[in-house]
Each structure stands twice: as C-alpha cells, then as structure tokens.
C-alpha cells in the first residue's frame, strides 16, 4: 500500500458532490488516490472544471453522472456506470439532501415527497445497486452523510428529520446483513457546516434582526451547538479516511456525530 495515497485502486462514489460537504469529501478521497464519481446539480461548465481540478490535482480519475437523485432508474445507471467505469466500487456515500422549513400544519405534500425521495429513498437505491457489487469483490465502504437531526429534531423540519432518522434506520439494518462479508455501514451526522449556502444566511439575518454577524453565529445558527462553532469540512473528511481505512474496519452500524457536542444535551 502506498502510505501517501492509502486509496489508490479504490472507487468511490459520491453524491451531491458537486459543491460543500460532497465536494470536499471527494476532494480528500481523491487526496488519499481514490478515483471518484461526482454527481450533482450545477452549471455544466462549472461542474466539469470542478471535475478536471480534481483530476489533475490528485492524479486520479474522476467523472461526473447527472442522475437525478429522484429517479432509481437513473441511480441505478449511476451505480452500473461507476462500477463499469472503474472496474470496482470500494466506497459508497448517499449525501445528497435538500431542505424545506415550515410547520407541519402548512408542509406542502411535495415537499415532503422530494426531501423523502432525496434525503432517504436515494440513500437505498444506491445501497441496494452497490451491495452485490461489494459483496462480489468481498470488500465495500458505504457512508450516509446523515446529520445531528438523524439523532434528535428540531421544529419545523418534519420531512428532514423523518427521513435523516429513517437514514439510521436504514444505516443500522444494512449495517447487520453485510457484516459478514467485509462492508461495513455507518453513518457520520454533522451538526452546523459553514457551507456557501449557510454563509449566505449570515448577513441577511443580522441586518433582519437588528444584530450583529458575530451574534447570528454564535446565538441564532449555533445556538445548539455548544462549541459555538461550525464543525470544518476538513473535521468530517478526517472521520471519512478513518472509517474507509483498515483501522476503521470494525465500525459498523453507527451514528457518528460531529456536531461540537450538540447531541450530548
């Protein structure tokens, strides 16, 4: 093995990895010499400069596959085409999520069905494609990309929060039947990640409330969160590279939090 590129002759797939916590996860799997498959939403153009910087960067292969993370007929093409593309799939991580927030007497049914379709059902689709082919070459990774809100729930997030505690049921129980034949599945569930998006947030509500950007960081985004910080991408790719290197092999079936101490209250 080589100690600088421990993943080198891996395969990883990735979804929702064209931007924030994906992007950064398969930037550190492709660090460590892993070949990756992205899979996104974005401008086609970005996206493939994205593709093409990880590629010569890391020195490894990458390709990118649109499937639409609401059809299983396309997940299913995602998986066949990564195990196609690069003879194998080592790793598997369903991240992609969208969010909507409001109470459950005014949640619009369809968008309750596409958080369920896409925080959740995706997650099985590409569980159940990758399976066989993990358990044929006898070895597999699978990590949900969950969150704090697959251990506890917070108000006005029903569809999330159902369908990321559904995502550790889902975890635990593939977890059980894979066990013997060297996959593991866990599942890392981060608290507040200053993603582009949250960022953006940070201004207009101080101007909102009347308070400052340090006071919407610390008393309204991190409220929860009793580091009073946000959890770094750098933090939840060094968990990724722990749990899909042999010194993570005996983990199995857990809910990993990174949340700065949130789910301890």
Partial sequence: ?????????????????????GLALADALAGAGADIMLNGLGDADEIEKTRAGLAHE?????????ANMTRPDEIAD???TTHKAFGRLDIAIPNAGIQHIAPIEDFPPE??????????SSAFHIIRAGVPLMKAQGY????????????????????????KHGLAGLTKTVALEVAAHNITCNAICPGYVKTPLVEAQIGPTAKARGISEEDVVRDVLLAAQPTKAFVEYN??????????????????????PVDGGWTAQ
């Fill in 1 to 21: 093995m080589n100690a600088q590129k421990p993943l080198a002759g891996q395969a990883a797939l990735i979804t929702g990895s064209t931007s924030g916590i």
């Fill in 58 to 66: 890391h020195g490894v292969k990458v390709l990118f596959h649109g």
């Fill in 78 to 80: 995602l998986v066949a």
């Fill in 111 to 120: 968008k309750w069905d596409a958080i369920l379709a896409i925080n959740l």
């Fill in 140 to 163: 597999g990774r699978i990590i949900n990309m969950a969150s704090t809100h697959a251990l506890v729930a917070s108000p006005f997030k029903s569809a999330y929060v159902a369908a």
């Fill in 235 to 256: 933090q939840l790719a060094g968990l990724l590279l722990y749990l899909v290197s042999d010194a993570g092999a005996s983990v199995n079936g857990a809910m990993l």
